[in-house]
Every structure is written in C-alpha cells, then in structure tokens.
C-alpha cells in the first residue's frame, strides 16, 4: 500500500463529521511519520516531435531503449516510462487549424466552448481565443485533492494564444468555459510572488498570506458551526467551542510546511536578462534554467503541489543558443515548407529541427537533475516523490498530427508507476493518460474529460499499480 499525503480540507472534513466548504489551503498535513506529499510536474512543449527518431523500439516485457532523440535522458533511463501510441482524438470533433483545437484540448481531454456560451457546436470553428468545457489535468486534480491551486509559469512569449492549454475548475453554479489559467511568463515575478518576495504593490509576504490563509480555514470551520449554536443547549456549546479547541490544536501539529521553509532562498537572474518576448524570443534557454528552479523550490518548500511549463514561444523561436546558430523560420521548418528550399524531403531530416526538439529533452533533463538532487525527510528524492509528465499536442508536427503523441512520465509516484519500460499502447488516448494519473494519486475517477465515443477506455494498461 502506497503512503498518501492527507489534506487538511479533508482532516478537517472527517474531524467535524460534516462537509464544510473550505477554501484551499497552502500546505496539508503530513499524515504521520516522514510521509511526504506526492507531487505532479508537467512540461509541455510544442510541434510535437519525430516519430521515426523519437519513438523507442517495441520489445519484449515493454524494456525500454532509448531513440535518438531521448538520448539526452540517459541518466534518467531507469527512473522513466516512455508512452507511444497515444493519441488526443478530441480534435478530430473540431474545425480547426491545424494548431487550435490540438493546443486548447491536449491537457482538457474536453470540447471548445465555440459558440461562446458554455457550448459546442462542431461547425463553428476554434479560434485562439476560446477556451475549454471543462479544466485541464493539473486543476482538476488540484481540485480533487483539496490543495492549493497548480503554478503554471511559461516560457517564451506570456500569451501561448492558439496554444493555450491550461483550465481552472469552474466555480460553483458558474455557466460557460473553464476559466482560463494565466501562464506568469516572468521568471523574477514568479520567484518574487511564490518565494517570499512582495509582489508587485503589495506588502504582503508569502509568509503573512500563508497565515492569512490558514486562518481563513479554521475561521470557516468555527462559522460553519454558527448555526448550531443558535439551537442547542448551553452545554453543548461548550462541548462545540471545546471540539473547535481541540480542531486548533490539531490542525497547528499537522501543519505539512511553515512558509519559513521558503525563506532564504535566492534568485541568480544572469546579466542582462529580459523576458522573450515577440519579435525576439532570445534567452529562452537562461528562461527556461530560472522557471525550473522556482518550479523545484515551489515543490521542495511546500509553496505547491502540482507545478507546470508551458513552452508557449515555439511559431518563431530563432533558438540562437543551438550549435546550428539562429533559427530562421522554425514553424516553416517544422512544417519542411517548399518554400524555404530546404531541399528535405521530411523535417525528420532536418539537423535544425532535431536540434531544437534535442533542446526540449535538455531542458527536461534539466528538470529532473534538479529534483533528483533534492532529498527529502523520508529518504526519497523530490523525483521519487513525484510524477514528473514531458507531453506535446502532436506527434508528428510536420502533418499537424496529434496521434501518437511524445509522451515520457518521470519519477515513481512513491512506487506507483514502475520504471524503466517502454509502453507502446495505439488503442490509448490522452483521456486515459489523465485516468492513470489520476488513479497514481489515489483518484477513483474513471473518465476524464468528454466522454464521447471512444475517448474514455480506462487506466492505460500497465501504466500504475494498485493502490
């Protein structure tokens, strides 16, 4: 049996003995002995990949062999399960470009809302800004777990436009598309608000929101019992003010993170830094390096439990930091355009458009180097402790095809997601990816998403192990 992180919403739930609605919390409480939280990082980047160079060999007992392009994984091999053969099949329900409806629906596993109501209508065709019926994986997961809503940073241009991805959960009694979550594309921002800074105009510290916060929660419980008071006898007044006492003193030694622990940490921002930006997406590399240490930081210190990068800049990226030099034209190339004269007759063959996805595995590497180095007060890495997901919206970009998506899942789940194989599963969509990651996180949900024909068949076989 795995060992779970237990939230405070939920301490809080079954110590009353009835649903209270609460508002999210910044920490949960440990659940007894060195337990720590499970975490869930993703990392999505754009055009998809190259199927012939990326997707690994089929052998026996799903071993896993590294393609060229996962070459830069090596060090991680026995720490990841590569995935082929799944698709997102939620566009093909769409009009659309060849980007829109694959970018807004790959985290949903939902329909566009393209009439503008809180409906679709599979005539109207998407444009970059409508958003989706429902949330994206990290938020709903947030949700049902009863932690703080994910951090999602971006790297590249802070609008992904036709590319965005990410969905809050409605609130209650809300009508229309999810809420769309914006993506902080501004690493000294993003390091100021999460990790003990001000932000902007603010005199607030994340110190003093976490108490305000804390506060906020047991407040609501002593109110929820307003109520009960008006109706009860004198001494079962007291019996209530002695259970909120005691829910007080509980909830202060189950406490998973004080915000001191987010204290001290400092950002090293190189010389002449600016946020990319269009026309000039230069210094995505030293971006990308800042993002993931705010990511890893957020997770070690408490700060949050489900973090994610977007790599939104990927229509022109000049990529000036890749041995080929400046990239000129990088979506025409992905797309092997005639135009350019490139002279290749697939982009597959093209060492500018290799280079760039290699760069991709890099800056993943990076992510899972700087989690590996964390250990944590139960013996385990941050990587161990979490369930680390490398995903783009097409498999092969060049065609705008979004089946058989590059999909690499890091990290154990604390001994949930057996490693070191390589699940080639052409039956699987992106619908039941989110199934099996709910179900590492002890999540009985049995779809996800839209639940069309075809779209919702269960945990991908394999994938986790029972709880």
């Not at 060992?3 to 739930?13: E, G």
């Not at 694959?102 to 596993?109: C, D, E, V």
């Not at 060492?351 to 990076?366: Q, T, W």
């Amino acid at each position: 049996m795995s060992r779970r992180s237990f939230p405070r919403r939920a301490f809080l739930r079954s110590a009353t003995g009835a649903l209270l609605g609460l508002p999210f919390l910044e920490s949960v409480a440990r659940g007894g002995g060195n337990d720590m939280p499970k975490r869930l990082v993703i990392y999505s980047t754009g055009e998809g990949n190259l199927p012939a160079r990326w997707t690994p060999p089929t052998q026996a007992n799903d071993a896993l062999t590294l393609s060229e392009m996962l070459q830069p994984l090596a060090a991680f091999k026995d720490q990841m399960v590569v995935l082929s053969g799944v698709s997102n099949r939620l566009p093909a329900l769409h009009t659309s470009n060849g980007h829109n409806a694959p970018g807004h629906t790959l985290l949903s596993g939902h329909l566009v809302d393209t009439v503008g109501t809180g409906q679709f209508d599979p005539n109207i065709e998407v444009s970059a800004g409508m958003r989706c019926l429902g949330p994206s994986i990290d938020h709903h997961l947030a949700s049902r777990l009863g932690i703080m809503e994910p951090l999602n940073l971006a790297v590249g241009a802070p609008d992904p436009g036709e590319n965005r991805m990410f969905y809050k959960v409605k609130d209650a009694g809300a009508t229309g598309a999810n809420p769309e979550a914006p993506l902080n594309a501004d690493p000294v921002d993003a390091f100021a608000v999460n990790l003990g800074g001000l932000p902007s105009g603010s005199t607030s510290t994340r110190a003093d929101r976490f108490r305000a916060r804390r506060s906020s929660v047991l407040n609501g419980v002593v109110d929820s019992f307003d109520a009960i008071r008006k109706n009860v006898s004198a001494r079962d007044k007291q019996r209530i003010e002695d259970h909120v006492d005691a829910l007080r003193d509980l909830e202060a030694s189950l406490s998973y993170v004080p915000p001191v622990e987010c204290g001290g940490i400092i950002q090293e921002v190189p010389p002449g830094f600016t946020v990319p930006g269009w026309p000039d997406y230069l210094l995505m590399d030293q971006q990308a390096e800042l993002m993931l240490d705010i990511m890893v930081n957020c997770l070690k210190c408490g700060a949050r439990q489900i973090v994610t990068l977007q790599d939104t800049g990927y229509d022109g990226p000049p990529f000036e930091f890749l041995n080929e030099g400046p990239v000129e034209g990088w979506h025409a190339q992905i797309h092997n355009d005639p135009a350019l004269g490139l002279g290749f007759g697939s982009n597959e063959d093209n060492p500018v458009v290799r280079a760039g996805f290699l760069h991709y595995a890099n800056v993943f590497r990076s992510l899972l180097e700087k989690m590996e180095a964390v250990v944590e007060a139960d013996g385990r890495t941050l990587l161990e402790n979490s369930v680390v997901l490398w995903i783009s919206e097409f498999g092969w970009g060049q065609t705008h095809d979004p089946s058989n998506l590059p999909i690499v899942l890091a990290g154990s789940g604390q001994g949930r997601i057996v490693t070191d194989r390589h699940l080639a599963r052409p039956n699987a969509t992106t619908n039941d990816l989110f199934v099996s990651l709910l179900r590492a996180f002890d999540v009985s949900d049995t779809t996800f998403g839209h639940d069309g024909p075809g779209l919702n068949n269960g945990p991908i076989p394999g994938l986790v192990t029972p709880a």
